[in-house]
């Protein structure tokens, strides 16, 4: 058995640093994965934080990994040595509760998240459930496949579970990470859409994702814009502050959708007449299964869907979590694994 490297934290609020370890052989039901890609992901600050009541040291994070299966545990089938894989934010579930026996996997009381559950995929190997492995397609290479178990597979979802009619309106708010996945995703469903960001810099990066407006929301209260529209069928909110939320409901159509797919520790304030007037409905929307998480990948191998990627060494994780915290990146940093000393 090789030796693996792996970028973990030893403290609370400690440092990313390698550490090297002999990659173990998986146990039955389990599937060790050689990484090559690994995607840095918001959530990705808090854990790398490791700060959480009860948490166990090291901690390595990481929740949006591609590679290939490199060994497999007793009684797993179907997955074979060689087979490109991707893994997300969903990491394993119960496979017996009512969730899961209905296909609901991500909101199994005992699901796994990878980073939290079990060690991440900021490393060279990886070992998770077989139950979360998404198959990557021919044409989708392995670092733009990383984001799709998390980012990609979440648009994907917000948009397409929505229902909303054939030439709908939808609005994105946000261009980072999740937004610039979302603008391509709303587009190539084929609805009219708009994107809200911060300052006028960043209409043109808008407009060649695929978006019909742009709302500059330093200048413009976005809600008011988007009633002015005609109003929005969806708002697929992707920012990390519930701030602006409470405006943005005067902006969608009737029986339009927020989905909130973005969070912090804020709270959201809802006219309810105007919910109830209006049959408005604000939801929000949590990741996807690992079936979905295909669906999504192959959907953008046939449109041309793509996130926009940084890469960095995973020796850099550290400095990674540090730009990610400052805003710097555009779009996704996405970690190399498959050259690390």
């Not at 709908?168 to 190539?188: P, S």
Request: proline share 6%; hydrophobic share 45%; net charge negative.
């Amino acid at each position: 058995m090789s030796d693996s490297v792996t970028m973990a934290v030893t403290e609370p609020r400690g440092p990313l640093h390698p550490v090297v370890a002999e990659a173990a052989a998986p146990p039955a039901g389990w599937v060790r994965v050689s990484v090559v890609a690994s995607g840095v992901c918001n959530a990705d600050i808090g854990t790398a934080a490791a700060t959480g009541k009860g948490t166990a040291f090291p901690v390595t994070p990481g929740h949006e990994v591609a590679g290939v299966v490199a060994e497999t545990g007793d009684r797993v089938e179907g997955w074979a040595v060689g087979d490109r894989v991707a893994v997300g934010w969903f990491g394993g579930s119960c496979g017996h509760c009512a969730y899961c026996r209905v296909g609901d996997v991500v909101h199994c009381a005992e699901r796994k998240i990878p980073g939290l559950s079990y060690p991440g995929g900021w490393a060279q190997s990886i070992t998770v459930p077989a139950d979360a492995l998404a198959r990557v397609p021919d044409g989708l290479g392995l670092f733009d496949a990383a984001p799709f178990g998390c980012a990609g597979v979440t648009t994907f979802n917000a948009i397409r579970k929505a229902g909303i009619r054939a030439g709908g309106r939808v609005a994105v708010f946000g261009i980072g990470g999740l937004g610039h996945l979302a603008v391509q995703f709303a587009t190539r469903f084929g609805y009219e859409t708009v994107t809200i960001a911060r300052g006028g810099d960043r209409e043109r990066l808008a407009r060649d994702l695929g978006a019909h407006h742009y709302v500059d929301s330093d200048v413009q209260a976005p809600g008011a814009v988007l009633k002015a529209l005609g109003g929005a069928d969806l708002i697929v909110y992707t920012a990390s502050s519930t701030a602006p939320v409470d405006e943005l409901l005067t902006g969608l159509a009737v029986h339009g959708q927020l989905t909130l797919v973005g969070v912090d520790a804020g709270s959201v304030t809802v006219p309810a007449a105007q919910l109830v007037m209006n049959s408005r409905t604000l939801t929000g929307h949590l990741t996807g299964s690992p079936r979905e998480t295909e669906e999504a990948m192959a959907f953008a191998v046939t449109t041309g869907v793509r996130p926009m990627i940084e890469r960095m060494p995973l020796e850099k994780a550290g400095e990674a979590v540090t730009r990610l915290r400052s805003g710097a990146p555009r779009f996704r940093i996405v970690l190399d694994a498959s050259d690390s000393e």
